[in-house]
């Protein structure tokens, strides 16, 4: 049974930081491509980042850059998202996703909220 589940959400203030983890389960880890994506209230999905099944490459949406890192532990089957100089507009319902193989696999998201 394949298994996503998103953890590390919550409320921050601008300027904050927050590390979300993504366990995932019931395929074989290491040959899938991970990305984090994010959905804001009113808007469309977003890929936000995206890492190769080695770790070899990584890829971020512009508004991004240089403030979130992806990250992942294939012996843990773990991906990671740390977030740093948050902004209002990083405020979404963060999703973990795993694709390979014609497979896409989601979890449920958690929330990230960044207000003072």
């Known amino acids: 049974q394949v298994q996503v589940v998103e953890s590390g959400g919550g409320l921050v203030q601008p300027g904050g930081s927050l590390r979300l983890s993504c366990a995932a389960s019931?395929?074989?880890?290491?040959?899938?491509?991970m990305s984090w994506y994010r959905q804001a209230p009113g808007k469309e999905r977003e890929l936000v980042a995206g890492?190769?099944?080695?770790?070899?490459?990584?890829k971020y949406v512009d508004s991004v850059k240089g403030r979130f890192t992806i990250s992942r532990h294939n012996t843990a089957n773990m991906v990671y998202l740390q977030m740093n100089s948050l902004k209002s507009e990083d405020t979404a319902v963060y999703y973990c996703?795993?694709?390979?193989?014609?497979?896409?696999?989601w979890g449920k998201g958690t929330l990230v909220t960044v207000s003072s």
């Open positions: 996703n795993a694709a390979g193989y014609g497979m896409s696999y």
């Open positions: 890492i190769g099944s080695a770790g070899g490459w990584t």
């Open positions: 019931g395929f074989t880890f290491s040959n899938y491509v």
